[in-house]
């Protein structure tokens, strides 16, 4: 599944490091994520510039990491990707698979299939460095994305919960 998010940009970014995302009137860096059906990452990428949502897609899948699982040959995408990435994973053998909203209805509405993505997106904001971008370099802003990446796997697998404001210790899953 893919996903792109926009993020705002701290005063120590170049401009030339970062775009406008007119819909959302910020001005920032977008990030592009690929994830697997469980909601771990597979492939992220942060573009020079902010642009539309289709466009930077096609360069998460070719920059997908090798051991990338065969049989990974189906995606699941929203509306925005529709003109180029469809065409792109063709070429790449990639089935793609566009979910939509239900017509007619108002309001929130969890999409099926986009659930996952999205948590991930969440999970990436509780990381206190990547709830603003603050790296001058997009490379920097992938390593960090890998490093709350790997802090939620980790947890994951330990079953370990996050501290919260409001109890001071550590809770863990029985």
Same mark, same amino acid.
């Given at each position: ?28 860096? #977008? &990030?592009?994520? *690929?994830?697997? +059906?469980?909601?771990? @990452? ?10 539309? %949502? ?58 099926? #299939? &986009?659930?996952? *993505?999205?948590? +991930?997106?969440?999970? @990436? ?10 790296? %001058? ?38």
């Amino acid at each position: 599944m893919i996903d792109a998010q926009s993020v705002k940009t701290s005063t120590s970014v170049p401009a030339a490091g970062q775009g406008v995302d007119a819909g959302k009137k910020i001005v920032g860096r #977008k &990030r592009n994520i *690929v994830t697997d +059906t469980l909601g771990l @990452l597979l492939a992220c990428w942060l573009p020079r510039q902010a642009c539309r %949502t289709s466009s930077p897609a096609p360069g998460s899948w070719t920059r997908s990491p090798p051991n990338t699982p065969a049989c990974a040959r189906c995606g699941s995408v929203e509306g925005g990707y529709r003109q180029h990435l469809v065409e792109h994973a063709a070429t790449l053998g990639i089935d793609m698979e566009i979910t939509a909203r239900t017509p007619g209805t108002r309001g929130f509405t969890p999409i099926p #299939k &986009r659930w996952a *993505v999205e948590r +991930t997106c969440d999970c @990436l904001m509780l990381h206190r460095r990547l709830a603003r971008d603050y790296e %001058t370099l997009s490379v920097r802003s992938e390593a960090m994305i890998h490093l709350a990446m790997t802090d939620l796997m980790a947890r994951r697998l330990t079953g370990e919960n996050t501290l919260s404001w409001r109890d001071p210790t550590p809770q863990t899953k029985q």
